[in-house]
T-cell receptor, first 112, second 113 residues
């Protein structure tokens, strides 16, 4: 069975500091990995995805993630966060039914 | 503008009163699905559809129905809502499922009293 574990439910950080949001996955089939962001009172939008190829994936808004097969991880990073990055972030793995299997989310709170 | 729309955005109802939440996409996507989001549980898939007239259960289908009579529309039906269906619901669509970017609607917040 496929599953996703997001290791931190909340991450507070100061503006302009670096941040890492951690995600571990379990999958017995081909691995397709995603990070989605949900701003307050909005739907989800794709930040980045890994399907194959380079293990370092760059996304929108300066975010990047690294696929590590041996560690079964797909951690999301940003070198310098802004207040506007305050949101909930979801890691997901592609399921065998064409669905996305989501982690429980990490709330990123950026403080001035 | 490419988008997924949902209606209503907010709904308060009572136990047992049938309701429908509509979902429509204008991107000619084959794949559509419904998720519910609950605090601390992330998003869980309710039903999905690979194409017109093709639907299947997701992880939490109990108490829900769907139909896909047209490619663009994928309504979610609660025939007899119960309080445990109080949740935030999202519709999503993509060309071919999990390897493709899924586009999410703005969400429908449902409260069942």
């Amino acid at each position: 069975a496929q599953s996703v574990t997001q290791l931190d439910s909340q991450v507070p950080v100061f503006e302009e500091a670096p941040v890492e949001l951690r995600c571990n996955y379990s999958s017995s089939v081909s691995v397709y990995l995603f990070w989605y962001v949900q701003y307050p009172n909005q739907g989800l939008q794709l930040l980045l995805k890994y399907l194959s190829g380079s293990t370092l994936v760059k996304g929108i808004n300066g975010f990047e993630a690294e696929f590590n097969k041996s560690q079964t991880s797909f951690h999301l990073r940003k070198p310098s966060v802004h207040i506007s990055d305050t949101a909930e972030y979801f890691c997901a793995v592609g399921g065998s039914q064409g669905n996305l299997i989501f982690g429980k989310g990490t709330k990123l709170s950026v403080k001035p | 503008e490419a988008q997924v729309t949902q209606n209503p955005r907010y709904l308060i109802t009572v136990t047992g009163k049938k309701l429908t939440v509509t979902c429509s996409q204008n991107m000619n996507h084959e794949y559509m699905s419904w998720y519910r989001q609950d605090p601390g549980l992330g998003l869980r898939q309710i039903y999905y559809s690979m194409n017109v007239e093709v639907t299947d259960k997701g992880d939490v289908p109990e108490g829900y129905k769907v139909s896909r009579k047209e490619k663009r529309n994928f309504p979610l039906i609660l025939e007899s809502p119960s309080p445990n269906q109080t949740s935030l619901y999202f519709c999503a669509s993509s060309y071919w499922g999990s390897t493709d970017t899924q586009y999410f609607g703005p969400g429908t917040r449902l409260t069942v009293l």
